[in-house]
């Protein structure tokens, strides 16, 4: 049956105008919440009595088949999360946003790994991604750093020469 809406763009419930009690409409907002909530590691019970429905009406309006697992819903709605997240940084870096440019690199620079790990791609191309670290800079040495440490070595070969000229009897010769 042909969903249809009222003039404000919202479902008709099937039953709307007869006798019993109006069927549950599912909506874009109460979805987003439920697979938020499911995100967050929530059992269906809790779900449920938080967003004011019972456990088979989530299962019936808002899982494909009704009879889905929790758990694998769960990780359907994460990776969903998360494809989402991630198109919305590309979206960022291509706008010119630096920040989000570097953590599109490294969040994709991590996939890469994964997928290497996983036998997807040659490790190879994980490699040229992982050897771009940044190299440790030193420090500048300053004006007076680099006049004890001359001082230093000065006295460390005075110290050479005068060891190694000393005669038996503890005399220059």
Excluded: C
């Amino acid at each position: 049956m042909a969903v249809k809406f009222d003039l404000l763009g919202d479902p008709v419930p099937e039953n709307h105008g007869k006798a019993g009690r109006n069927g549950h409409v599912a909506t874009k907002e109460m979805a987003n919440k439920i697979k938020v909530l499911l995100v967050s590691g929530m059992r269906l019970e809790g779900i449920a009595q938080q967003v004011g429905l019972s456990v088979p009406t989530i299962r019936k309006h808002y899982f494909a088949n009704g009879k889905v697992k929790a758990t694998v819903a769960r990780s359907l709605a994460l990776s969903e999360a998360r494809a989402r997240n991630l198109l919305r940084l590309e979206e960022a870096a291509a706008n010119g946003n630096v920040s989000a440019m570097g953590k599109l690199e490294a969040v994709l620079a991590r996939y890469e790994r994964e997928l290497a790990d996983e036998g997807w791609i040659s490790d190879q191309t994980s490699k040229k991604a992982s050897t771009k670290k940044p190299q440790a800079k030193t420090a500048p040495v300053g004006k007076k750093e680099l006049d004890r440490q001359s001082a230093m070595e000065a006295e460390a070969e005075l110290d050479d020469l005068l060891s190694g000229d000393l005669g038996a009897n503890g005399r220059m010769n």
